[in-house]
């Protein structure tokens, strides 16, 4: 199953590789040139597919657990102060995804969706510490009654080019249901009520829509 921010994506690749291979079958006579070209062809539409894969996952809803919103590994899990809109102290835990994990945004609690703005910026990449304020992001804040509000962050990479997000103010949305995609390498952060219980530790493999990262 495909996620279907990658139609387009998937499409191209498809007909540059049927066009690849028919030209070196039809042009090229020299065995093992053909076969380096179209391995490295199909290699290239195997990593297209497997980015944009999007795995049905059944998810238990629970309005004391905040679930993690991607699939990835946990790179911080701090206190620090969120200026753009508490303009206070939280808890912060980032998830860093690579360009092999999946990168379906998933709501991380139900409710209702109190803030949601793209802001432009850099392409740092990801993990760099300044990646939350100067990169193109995304902020969505969504409450609910166990937790209040809390905020989740798509940050773009260096080599996410595209940050798409569904998350619109005064929706209800369903913990667990697809919020958006970020496209090639990139990272959420996600900033909680202080007194917050972790259940992550840092460098830990997190799964979007299965792990619980936090409990109240």
Do not use: C
Not at 122 to 144: C, D, G, M, Q, Y
């Amino acid at each position: 199953m495909f996620h279907k921010e990658g139609t387009q994506s998937i499409l191209l690749a498809t007909i540059f590789t049927a066009v690849v291979l028919l030209l070196t079958d039809n042009f090229i006579d020299t065995s093992w040139i053909k076969m380096t070209i179209q391995l490295a062809t199909l290699l290239f539409l195997i990593i297209i597919l497997q980015f944009f894969r999007n795995p049905k996952r059944t998810v238990i809803l629970n309005e004391n657990h905040i679930i993690a919103p991607v699939d990835g590994k946990v790179v911080v899990i701090e206190e620090v102060y969120e200026g753009e809109y508490f303009k206070d102290k939280r808890l912060q835990i980032s998830i860093f995804m690579s360009p092999i994990n999946v990168h379906v945004t998933r709501y991380p609690i139900s409710g209702l969706v109190k803030f949601s703005k793209y802001h432009p910026g850099k392409f740092l990449v990801a993990w760099h510490p300044k990646a939350s304020e100067e990169n193109e992001r995304t902020t969505i804040v969504v409450e609910n009654k166990t937790f209040g509000e809390i905020l989740y962050r798509q940050i773009a990479g260096a080599l996410a080019k595209r940050i798409v997000n569904y998350a619109e103010q005064g929706m209800q949305v369903v913990q667990g249901t697809d919020a958006g995609f970020i496209k090639f390498g990139s990272r959420v952060d996600i900033f909680l009520p202080l007194g917050t219980q972790v259940n992550v530790v840092l460098n830990q493999k997190a799964i979007g829509g299965k792990t619980i990262i936090a409990t109240k």
